[in-house]
C-alpha cells in the first residue's frame, strides 16, 4: 500500500512538470499565429517591442517594468 502511494505521488509530480513546460503566454501564442499568417514582424534592438501587421490585423507588443501590453487592431 506504501509503494502504491508513493509511485502515485510522483507520478503526478512527474506530469505536473512536462505539463508545465508546454504552457505558452499570451504573447508567444499571438507571435507564433501572425508568423503562420504571413505577418511582416519588426522588433527594436532591445526586444521591448514588437509590431506585426497583415492585411487584416495590426498588432503591437510593449514590455516595459515586467509588464506586457498588447494592442490588437483589426483594420477593416
Do not use: P, R, Y
Not at 21 to 26: G, N, Q
Not at 32 to 58: P, S, Y
Request: hydrophobic share 30%; proline share 0%; net charge negative.
Amino acid at each position: 500500500m506504501k509503494k502504491l502511494l508513493t509511485l502515485a505521488i510522483v507520478s503526478v509530480f512527474t506530469i505536473s512538470t512536462f505539463t508545465s513546460c508546454e504552457e505558452k503566454t499570451k504573447e508567444e501564442k499571438l507571435i507564433e499565429q501572425m508568423e503562420a499568417d504571413g505577418a511582416e514582424i519588426k522588433t527594436n534592438e532591445d526586444g521591448t517591442k514588437v509590431k506585426m501587421e497583415t492585411e487584416d490585423t495590426k498588432v503591437k507588443i510593449k514590455k516595459e517594468d515586467g509588464e506586457t501590453e498588447i494592442k490588437v487592431k483589426d483594420k477593416q
